[in-house]
């Protein structure tokens, strides 16, 4: 794995056999990438610390029935076994006053009453000097000193990792923010292009990150009995992006164009973050004069710093999935039905709600995968426009199905609702999700439908199946190890930890394997059987730190994001913004209309799990005081979140695909409908989520309402 972070790796090249190898600058493979690995292998050593230490205190209580008392040497008890207690009875008796004047006199002693208690405190101290030599015998053995010694130690690295973890969120951040700002690859409306784009975003940078160290300076003269170690890794945190802002202010990229005269299209390559922040710390420097505000709003993010910390692992798995052959491998399963472009759409987008369940958010999913969906299925032959659409929405179906994060904290924050019920109604939403966009990409597609034959179809799919095997095989000895020895099952909560482990098996043996065909490729070359291939693939370490590279961007870019978010959320919750919401809207059905545009708007501007966290605040009683049943109230959440995601002006999860799939697709795709007269051929990857998702949205929103109308009026 050295080779990765080296000074000047080698090329990178496709795993998927583009012509050109890919080149990473020797930055992110030293000051920044390196870090970046270090924290998230910590994150995973640290998530795997705690299933390990509870499955060793279970297997202790196993082999020693009192296990819980041996874990630590016993002192021994300073008390007598065999006290004479007639002697302390008569003592104790005739000691006594014969009279006395106190108010609170009890009156004559009682020698039962004193014999019992001296016989009590007696028992009391055999039975503790009988544990004592108990423990004092058990522990003399060899087998259980190791054993205790490999369970405390596990103990004492879970008490770390649970000290350790929210400073590895905001060391994420802070590397991956670097990776970004250095990089210009933060999340704006549209990349900077002319060195006046450049020049805005870096001071809309350097504004925000400065008011954050004076918030962050302020909270520490505060915060004097908190965790003064936190408090300054976000203060240095902050300072390190200032002088990356500043760098970036002077050092305007090469390639930028001359400085365009719209300062309204600079404005628009300012990092959505920026925004955010300018109005928050106005609202809190300038209305509420509380300079601590925002460092305070992030405790909430520090709350859930195993949640935020999950999220960089996840896009870490989605970048090494992309540099192996898995996706085109899997893809290979399908490629003998022949299918028209749109059906393998259709397979690829409902595949990918399952997984976005385990990501917890549909943004982290297009993150994390949004690339290799994106670049299967242009090889398969989908056209731009719907590939980019289906990509950014290739994960909003999800976050309604098991065991998808975002449902577990909508059940923690509101008793008015269960996970069983969420989960169960979730199912019948993301058929009827995915019914809709089946019925959208019919009417929208632009071939026949055709699938081949099985038996036409099923011996190319079987050749197709065997590299896969060793990849299923992998993937189940993984589990089966985490569930077995560790005793953890693969679930929402182990996935994070799961995953990044399962990956760079898979990543190990794929580089291996593509390294042994390429050398069987060499071997046919020379003896006229074959051509030559062009290029040698990637190995492991070089794969792995272009991966790391890639996920330090990515991630620094949406984690800086949601900080935001975080704060922005608090701005609107402490300024009293959503109070202005009426608390009785005089029928359901106007209450769930104003609900529907509310929440679309608040899914435009905020993170999900914030989002989650103040709608449970300030939306949700709201709905139930006008009648609408809490379950159908979180299902038109989740739902109506998706949309925001994917709407204008912001229309979070296109920005997203923008960030993964690269600015010149992007670029492509509208040049390749420029003087197409369809205006929804022109805007398709735009429209299509939106129609889907608005359409679902109101079937969500008023067939139930619609049903218990119709209901009534039937009913005698």
């Known amino acids: 794995m050295v080779d990765a972070f080296r000074a000047d790796p080698p090329a990178i090249c496709d795993p998927h056999g583009g012509d050109k190898p890919v080149h990473y600058p020797a930055l992110r493979n030293g000051l920044i990438t390196l870090p970046v690995a270090v924290l998230l292998m910590l994150a995973v050593a640290f998530g795997t610390s705690a299933f390990v230490h509870g499955q060793l205190l279970s297997l202790g209580s196993s082999l020693w029935h009192d296990y819980n008392t041996l874990r630590y040497d016993m002192d021994k008890p300073v008390c007598d076994p065999q006290p004479d207690i007639d002697a302390e009875v008569r003592r104790r008796t005739t000691d006594r006053p014969a009279k006395t004047d106190s108010l609170f006199d009890a009156g004559p002693a009682d020698p039962q009453a004193i014999r019992r208690s001296l016989e009590s405190r007696r028992d009391e101290c055999r039975q503790t000097l009988a544990l004592y ?99 300054e890794l976000w203060l240095l945190g902050f300072v390190a992006l200032s002088l990356a802002s500043v760098y970036r202010l002077i ?81 290979g399963l399908f490629r003998s039905w022949e299918m028209r472009p749109e059906f393998v759409v259709l397979l690829v987008v409902l595949a990918s709600a399952w997984p976005t369940a385990y990501t917890g958010a549909s943004g982290i999913f297009v993150l994390a995968i949004g690339a290799v969906i994106y670049q ?99 993937s189940i000895a993984v589990i089966l190890v985490y569930g077995h020895l560790i005793g953890q099952r693969f679930n929402a909560f182990s996935a994070p930890v799961i995953l990044p482990l399962l990956m760079l098996v898979l990543l190990f043996y794929d580089r291996w394997r593509a390294r042994r065909l390429h050398q069987a490729r060499l071997v046919a070359a020379d003896c006229g059987q074959d051509r030559a291939p062009d290029y040698e693939p990637a190995g492991f370490g070089n794969a792995l730190g272009a991966a790391t590279a890639e996920t330090a961007t990515l991630i620094g870019a949406l984690l800086l994001l949601m900080v935001l978010s975080i704060i922005f959320g608090g701005v609107m919750e402490r300024s009293g913004v959503m109070d202005l ?79 993964v799939v690269g600015e010149s697709e992007v670029a492509a795709a509208r040049a390749e409908v420029a003087d197409d007269p369809s205006f929804w051929r022109r805007h398709e990857a735009m429209l299509l989520p939106i129609a889907v998702m608005s359409t679902a949205l109101l079937l969500v929103a008023f067939a139930p309402l619609v049903f218990v109308a119709l209901f009534r009026g039937l009913s005698p």
Request: glycine content about 8%; hydrophobic content about 55%.
């Open 376 to 474: 299967e299925l242009r090889i398969a032959g989908v056209y731009r426009q719907l590939a980019i659409a289906s990509t950014a929405m290739s994960g909003s179906m999800g976050v309604v199905l098991n065991p998808c994060l975002m449902v577990v904290i909508i059940a923690a924050l509101n008793r008015q609702v269960t996970t069983d019920q969420l989960y169960g109604w979730g199912h019948y939403v993301f058929a009827l999700s995915a019914l809709v966009f089946c019925g959208f990409i019919y009417l929208t597609r632009k071939t026949r439908p055709y699938l081949a034959t099985p038996d036409e179809a099923l011996p190319g799919t079987l050749r197709a199946l065997v590299p896969l095997v060793p990849y299923f095989l992998i």
């Open 251 to 331: 050092r305007v990229p090469r390639d930028a164009r001359a400085s365009s005269p719209s300062p309204l299209r600079a404005g628009l390559a300012i990092p959505l973050y920026c925004w955010l922040g300018l109005i928050s710390l106005l609202y809190f420097f300038a209305v509420e004069d509380y300079l601590a505000g925002p460092v305070v709003q992030l405790t909430k993010m520090i709350r859930f710093a195993d949640l935020y910390t999950g999220i960089g692992l996840f896009v870490w798995v989605g970048m090494m999935l992309k540099h192996t052959r898995i996706a085109e491998l899997l893809f």
């Open 581 to 659: 919401f009426p608390n009785q809207l005089g029928n359901i059905w106007l209450a769930t209309a104003a609900l529907v545009v509310m929440l679309v708007i608040i899914g435009m501007i905020m993170d999900p799990y914030g989002a989650i966290i103040l709608v449970s605040a300030t939306l949700a009683p709201v709905a139930y005081d006008n009648g609408v049943n809490p379950v159908h109230f979180w299902m038109m959440v989740l739902v109506a979140f998706e949309l925001g995601y994917l709407s204008p002006p912001v229309a979070l999860n296109q920005l997203l695909t923008r960030q």
């Open 133 to 231: 030599d108990y423990n004092r015998t058990e522990t003399a053995m060899a087998s259980l000193r190791v054993f205790r010694a490999i369970e405390l130690g596990a103990g004492r690295i879970n008490d770390i990792g649970q000290t350790w973890q929210p400073r590895i969120l905001i060391l994420l951040i802070i590397f991956g923010g670097l990776m970004a700002l250095l990089g210009n690859e933060q999340i704006a409306l549209r990349p900077p292009v002319s060195r006046l784009d450049h020049r805005a975003a870096a001071a809309a940078q350097l504004a925000v990150h400065l008011a954050m160290v004076v918030s962050a300076i302020a909270w520490i003269r505060v915060d004097t009995g908190g965790d003064a170690a936190l408090n």
